[in-house]
């Protein structure tokens, strides 16, 4: 799309992958498969015949070897030492479903190993002690008698603290996955995160509970066991994988959640994993990676954005049907209350800077927006990054949204590509008390009365350090279709290519010259036929005139309507736009 092409309806230029269509077609031939997941293939880089099997067909044989990883062998071999001497062992991690499941993996491996006694959990409380590993809680392992702290999904910045650990007397083993280029990693016994200088690890990706995952591979080479247990493991391995966003096109992590879905599908399962699936209603049937991230995942996360995580290990670590049933709907209900919390921020919020159905009027807001409110008026920061996420979607713009208590605000930024969140923060240090993050996502701190301040410092970068091209979003179509194309046959096609996530995203399909004469709205959302297929743009309502009418392009992917089975697939819209009259 030229520069001087209209935008799409949510204000994004789209770009169309380059094609290859005699490739396209031998690959089809080759696999015996479908010729638009043929074409998927061939647009994502997988052309090769084998490499496209190797792609469709994770296994484990794309393990790799744990021992790869620098730092693998004085882990190994301080954690045997320590469970031969019966020493104090305390795991600490994250409050979200990467540091929950990266603590049940280390401890169910702990336990294997034999340590039945001695070892016990942290997880830090996100309101009390916030994100990472604090000299707080090393005193206090320290006080317990704690010989070997070992942390995970936290720790790899946490250069005060595990100094600390180490003038205490105790040793420490870090098994994270944040390390930023250039930076240095604390002198801990052992560091195993992937991508670090000097470590070889041919999988850079992976989530903490992945590296965690690598340990209890190396840990347990001898267990009689040892194939049952990893078989286990990978049911929470996958669920942190998925729900932590990492990148699902490595072999690897494809083959961790594709084995982790197969045995969360199969069972059987521990009560409380078991009541899990029962109130996230997954239970019974074959699980997708959508299941992990839309239905356990945020659930699990609930417990850490509202309450107290270590909710989470008592739940799995439950032996009771009874306890554990009572712990999952705990669960549930803290879900819904973080939905009810999150949607009606959302509300407020849109109400005040997005245009009005129908209306193409700008939205009134910032050019780098920092929305804020008292937490005793709802604002809770436990969602405030999940809100952010939703309007940065909405305005299609980066998004900053902080909860305010006593004289101080806490809040999450979410980033669109083009304008790096921590370089962002970076132009406002002057103002923080603390922040990082990545380039999508960051956290941060500050005196309630500089957020004025810091919006006008974010606005103010955006404007004079990213060029306005680089502000508009684009959006990838993997493939062009015709509605002839997508019927059931396609939509199951295209399934082979789960687990879809980061990296790995469910293909778009660019729809050209659509003509939709009715569209049928359910609160904020729209339904519409499509011939072979229904249509569904979520949160769309703003748009219903522009989509009636009038040949209009869709972008959007295909898959099954689980709301009755596979009867009818269905093209799940993320955006649209004026058909080229030309075209």
């Known amino acids: 799309m030229s520069a001087a092409e209209p935008l799409s309806f949510t204000g994004a230029r789209w770009v169309q992958a380059a094609t290859d269509p005699a490739r396209s077609a031998d690959l089809a031939a080759e696999l015996g498969v479908h010729p638009l997941l043929a074409r998927c293939l061939v647009t994502r880089g997988h052309g090769d015949a084998e490499r496209a099997r190797a792609f469709l067909e994770p296994s484990w044989e794309h393990f790799h070897d744990p021992w790869l990883l620098r730092d693998m062998a004085p882990a190994v071999e301080r954690i045997q030492r320590a469970v031969a001497g019966g020493e104090r062992v305390r795991v600490v991690t994250d409050y979200d479903v990467d540091g929950a499941s990266s603590a049940l993996v280390l401890r169910a491996t702990l336990v294997a190993l034999g340590a039945r006694t001695g070892v016990d959990h942290h997880i830090p409380d996100r309101m009390g002690e916030g994100y990472g590993l604090s000299q707080a809680a090393v005193a206090a392992a320290s006080e317990a008698g704690v010989r070997l702290l ?157 309450a107290q995580a270590s909710m989470i290990l008592e739940l799995f670590q439950a032996r009771d049907d009874g306890r554990a049933q009572v712990l999952a709907r705990e669960l549930d209900a803290l879900n819904r209350k973080r939905q009810r919390l999150q949607e009606s921020l959302v509300e407020q919020i849109s109400a005040r800077v997005l245009p009005g159905s129908d209306t193409e009027a700008p939205p009134r807001c910032a050019a780098f927006p920092v929305f804020h409110g008292s937490e005793a008026e709802g604002w809770h920061r436990g969602v405030v990054g999940i809100v952010a996420g939703k309007l940065r979607e909405a305005l299609q713009r980066p998004v900053a949204v902080a909860a305010v208590s006593d004289g101080k605000a806490t809040g999450s930024l979410r980033s669109v590509p083009g304008v790096d969140a921590v370089a962002a923060l970076e132009c406002a240090r002057h103002l923080l008390t603390r922040f990082g993050g990545h380039p999508a996502a960051a956290g941060f701190s500050l005196p309630a009365d500089q957020l004025p301040a810091l919006e006008r410092a974010l606005s103010e970068h955006l404007e004079r350090d990213i060029p ?25 096609a295209l399934q082979q290519l789960e687990p879809c996530g980061r990296g790995n995203a469910r293909p778009r399909l660019l729809v050209s010259g ?70």
């Open 468 to 492: 306005p091209e680089a502000r508009i979003p684009s959006r990838r179509a993997d493939l062009g279709a015709g509605l002839h194309e997508l019927g059931e046959q396609a939509a199951r």
């Open 514 to 583: 659509v003509v939709i004469p009715r569209v049928r709205r359910v609160k904020q959302h729209l339904f519409f036929d499509l011939g072979p297929v229904q249509g569904v743009w979520w949160s769309a309502a703003r748009h219903t005139r522009a989509l009636v009418g009038g040949p209009v392009d869709l972008l959007g992917s295909l898959g099954p309507d689980r709301r009755d089975g596979f009867t009818r697939p269905m093209l799940t819209v993320e955006d649209a736009r004026r058909s080229d009259p030309a075209g």
């Open 150 to 306: 070992v942390t995970a999904d936290i720790g790899v910045k946490d250069h005060a603290a595990v100094d600390l650990a180490v003038q205490l007397g105790m040793d420490v083993i870090i098994c994270d996955h944040h390390l930023v280029r250039g930076e240095d990693v604390p002198k801990a016994v052992a560091v195993l995160c992937p991508g670090r200088p000097g470590c070889g690890y041919p999988n850079t990706k992976l989530a903490a509970v992945g590296v965690c995952f690598k340990l209890a591979q190396a840990l347990l080479v001898e267990h009689p066991q040892r194939e049952r247990l990893l078989r286990s493991l990978l049911k929470l391995v996958s669920l942190g994988t998925v729900a932590d966003v990492v990148d699902l096109s490595p072999l690897e992590n494809r083959a961790i959640v594709t084995l982790g879905l197969e045995a969360l599908s199969q069972g059987p399962h521990a009560p409380g994993l078991q009541a899990l699936l029962e109130v996230a209603g997954c239970a019974g049937r074959t699980l997708n990676a959508g299941d992990l991230g839309f239905r356990l995942g945020p659930r699990v996360n609930a417990a850490g954005r509202l």
